[in-house]
């Protein structure tokens, strides 16, 4: 995980001092309880979108705890990110169901349809690509995520009119559920 | 009690015990390399798996407690083999470049797979991720080199409490190391060593200035002087196959003079020269607290000897920053001086000289490079090598170290007193520091046994003593009936513990000594390797022999200290002192 900022920084800047003060009353309320971290870091993420080098840190010095134990504890976990994700967060499954039904093609698909890695995010901060490790939908091999939408049985030769239909929208649709 | 079974042999051994305690205890010996004494387990390496009997599994001996009637084989075949195949693992994704690498001698990994007979390795496999981290002044961190025992992170985040390494991702791309598996300088490292002195293999290791001391001491145009720390003469001689414990101060001065340094001086005669600074700093402290009862004096007053320490304060403890004494430490107060005062006597332009230190300690390169070390005008000490590197070099020098005849070292800057060796332990700096402050304020010899502070030695984590004031000189009449107390801590997690209780008014003191790692400096992250307790306990009695076996044992005694303030400082925090020997620290903010 590098430093490389994918994100319209002019555009964020003006919220980040509301964000940070938002990112206060959690700790406030975390910062004492045992176990307290992963929500903590779980609402961070929720409020910036992603977890920023300035949050973690403020994390880190809330619950008295080293940066490098505080990212320890982020790269540990897939769920956490470090670069500002698109709108459309695509996770592809790659669990073991998925990956014998062609998870892997899927993947693959996808970075060619999206031309970023995974990691990554489109320049117009539309989409970003990670990879999932089971979401328990095994029956319905391959799978896909998009947000909180699942889709099932995934074909490569599909994904453009499955893409097509969130960058027409707004916000994500619902109907777009199986 | 409980009963266990160890290859045939009957053990009984209290109840949580682990299986490899138990074989210790028996004598039975079980291979191990993250297991770390006095520390949690983490069972990460599985070097240490035996066989129990009716267990589904092998089971880690280092991290399974004892139960009654336990069966255990350690070297049954499936055992035998199981560990074997450990090893091999951990080599398939090492870079084993044994025949260059810095760890070929003491290499825990090599000694391992040498010892289980593995000739080949079976798994080709991928290698992990090559970082070469060499951002800080102290210390080079090779990730193709990591075997993730994790030694590193416990010594860093349990002992020392600073916590800059952390296993960061997960799975084969498991980094050890700093934040988001970056740079070191990116976060709060204090450049202890502690991780480079305990990782098994050539991970972690101090940033070599060999070459650097080599070329200077090639250079004919430069007069090259060294100093050499007290637990230095401690330690060298376990490089060269000497018992922990031996001293071989002798042998060093003659290596020293042989490898080509124009002088071999002594980091003790700072020492004592530090004694009558810091004594008087702390005199004149309790005099402006208790008789002016000016609330800007400081008190507890702190040693300031540590490098790791003073960072650690800054980054940590920046409110205490104006209780750390001012005095540089010995290493420092040495470069001053040799190359004002020294310099002139010679005739030579303080950059002419270069002034090397051996040292037990990684963090010295760090504070030899802190911008206002330059009180002479030059970089006040140019090179610092470690214990490690100086035993490097007497072998690249090709000298025989054992058969070397024992040499003195030179004046004025080689001469010192007991006082000066004990800096090395932990308890010692403060005991030195009584020596002489008891003194000139009852005119008295310190009224303790053999001059030494029973409570504020051996390896506790923090020690503390006090000792009532009678009788004292006219001048120091405000201290009578004074109860002057004081602490000793080691290891910066003792010293987090010691701080936050003077925080919170649980404890009070007038002086406290803090050492940065355990044991102190015969602990030191740049002393040879392995250092456990049992060697640092033998190290620490070779240091107090050292100071019995002086005539001198006082820093106030010292003639070359004397004649240095008769001819060039003055008095004790005098002006000249004041520019050359004092220093200020700056709180910073954590990384």
Redesign the interface.
């Known amino acids: 995980m590098t430093k490389t900022c994918t994100c319209a920084c002019a555009e964020a800047a003006p919220d980040e001092k509301e964000l940070m003060g938002r990112l206060e009353e959690v700790l406030a309320e975390q910062k004492d309880k045992p176990g307290g971290l992963i929500p903590a870091l779980q609402t961070a993420q929720a409020i910036f979108g992603y977890l920023p080098e300035n949050a973690l840190r403020r994390v880190a010095q809330a619950f008295d705890k080293s940066h490098s134990e505080v990212a320890g504890v982020v790269s540990f976990y897939s769920f956490f990110s470090t670069v500002p994700r698109g709108k459309y967060l695509v996770r592809v499954c790659l669990g073991t169901a998925c990956y014998v039904r062609g998870g892997n093609e899927v993947l693959r698909a996808m970075k060619d349809k999206l031309g970023i890695d995974v990691g990554g995010t489109t320049p117009d901060r539309q989409f970003s690509l990670e990879v999932g490790r089971c979401f328990g939908a095994c029956g319905m091999a391959p799978v896909l995520m998009v947000n909180d939408d699942l889709h099932q049985r995934v074909k490569p030769a599909k994904l453009g009119e499955l893409l097509e239909k969130y960058r027409a929208q707004a916000v994500p649709a619902q109907e777009a559920k199986p | 009690m409980i009963h266990v079974t160890i290859n045939g042999k009957a053990i009984e051994v209290a109840e949580g015990s682990t299986i490899l305690q138990a074989a210790k205890s028996a004598g039975i010996q079980i291979p191990t390399l993250c297991f770390l004494e006095k520390r949690e387990p983490v069972g990460a390496c599985r070097v240490c798996l035996v066989e129990v009997e009716g267990a589904r599994t092998l089971v880690a001996s280092c991290s399974t407690p004892c139960t009654e009637g336990q069966v255990v084989h350690v070297n049954s075949p499936k055992a035998r083999a199981a560990r074997k195949q450990v090893v091999e693992l951990l080599l398939s994704e090492h870079d084993g470049d044994c025949q260059t690498c810095e760890r070929n001698e003491d290499c825990e990994l090599r000694k391992l797979a040498s010892d289980m007979g593995i000739r080949t390795v079976t798994y080709g496999g991928k290698r992990a991720a090559a970082h070469l981290d060499e951002s800080t002044p102290g210390l080079v961190r090779d990730n193709s080199k990591c075997i993730k025992c994790r030694r590193c992170v416990t010594v860093c985040?349990q002992v020392q409490g600073?916590?800059?390494?952390?296993?960061?991702?997960?799975g084969f791309s498991t980094v050890i190391?700093?934040?988001?598996?970056a740079d070191l300088a990116g976060?709060?490292c204090v450049q202890c060593g502690q991780c480079a002195a305990i990782c098994p293999v050539g991970a972690i290791t101090e940033r070599s200035a060999i070459d650097a001391v080599w070329a200077a001491l090639d250079d004919p145009s430069k007069t090259v002087v060294v100093q050499t720390a007290p637990a230095i003469r401690a330690a060298l001689g376990e490089e060269f196959g000497y018992p922990p414990g031996t001293r071989v101060t002798g042998k060093m001065t003659t290596a020293l003079r042989q490898m080509g340094f124009d002088a071999v001086f002594d980091t003790n005669f700072a020492a004592d020269l530090t004694i009558m600074e810091e004594g008087t700093e702390l005199l004149t402290r309790l005099k402006r607290a208790l008789v002016d009862k000016d609330k800007t004096a400081a008190l507890p007053m702190f040693t300031s000897c540590s490098p790791g320490w003073i960072q650690f304060a800054e980054y940590y403890y920046p409110n205490f920053l104006d209780h750390l004494s001012t005095c540089k430490s010995p290493q420092q107060m040495f470069g001053a001086v040799a190359k004002t005062f020294y310099a002139q006597k010679i005739g030579k332009k303080p950059e002419d000289l270069v002034v090397v230190s051996v040292m037990p300690c990684t963090a010295k390169k760090f504070e030899a490079q802190r911008p206002e070390m330059n009180a002479s005008g030059a970089r006040d000490v140019d090179h610092v090598l470690t214990t490690r590197e100086l035993a490097r070099m007497i072998r690249q020098a090709n000298l025989a170290f054992t058969e070397l005849p024992d040499g003195e070292m030179d004046a004025p800057l080689g001469l010192s007193t007991g006082a000066a060796d004990i800096f090395a332990n932990t308890g010692g700096v403060m005991e030195a520091a009584l020596r002489t402050a008891y003194e000139i304020v009852t005119g008295r010899e310190l009224p303790v046994e053999n001059l030494h502070v029973k409570p504020i030695e051996g390896l506790d984590g923090i020690k503390e003593a006090s000792l009532k004031i009678e009788r004292t000189q006219p001048a120091w009449s405000f201290l009578e009936g004074v109860e002057l107390k004081v602490a000793v801590s080691h290891g910066l997690g003792n010293t987090r513990k010691l701080l936050e209780k003077i925080r919170s008014g649980d404890a009070s003191y007038h002086f406290i000594e803090v050492m940065t790692c355990p044991g102190g400096c015969i602990g030191g992250g740049g002393q040879p390797r392995f250092t456990d307790d049992s060697v640092r306990l033998k190290r620490i009695s070779a240091i107090y022999a050292e100071d019995e076996s002086k005539k001198l044992r006082k820093s106030h005694d010292n003639p070359a200290v004397q004649e240095l303030y008769r001819e060039f400082l003055g008095k004790p925090l005098g002006h000249r002192s004041h520019e050359l020997l004092h220093t200020g620290y700056r709180a910073k903010e954590?990384?």
């Open positions: 985040n600073v916590g800059a390494l952390f296993p960061q991702g997960r190391g700093p934040a988001f598996a976060v709060t954590r990384r």
